[in-house]
């Protein structure tokens, strides 16, 4: 009966790897913009680089669950001001 949690945690840690992957893309290209900002502003204040980088993902990813459940575009604007309100999380979208 293991297995199935094994391949459920290989693939949470997969997704997550994925997700830092890509947040750290956004910072280290500058887009968004508010990519590094966030990155930025939560280094200010103390936040670990680490728990700064799940933040993020955690943002990306309820986008991408989002666009995916509703068959449509990423919502740049959304993602920017959720980046933004960090380390206030967002709410899941319904």
């Not at 966030?38 to 200010?44: D, E, V």
């Not at 449509?72 to 920017?80: G, H, P, Q």
């Amino acid at each position: 009966m293991s297995e199935p949690t094994d391949i459920d945690n290989d693939e949470e840690e997969f997704a997550e790897t994925t997700l830092i992957a890509a947040i750290e893309n956004q910072i280290e290209n500058d887009n968004p913009p508010a990519a590094q900002a966030t990155f930025n502003k939560l280094t200010l204040v103390g936040y670990e680089r680490e728990d700064i980088l799940q933040m993020m993902a955690h943002v990306l990813a309820i986008e991408i669950d989002a666009l995916l459940e509703e068959d449509r575009a990423f919502n740049t604007e959304w993602y920017e001001t959720a980046l933004r309100a960090l380390p206030e999380l967002p709410p899941e979208k319904q």
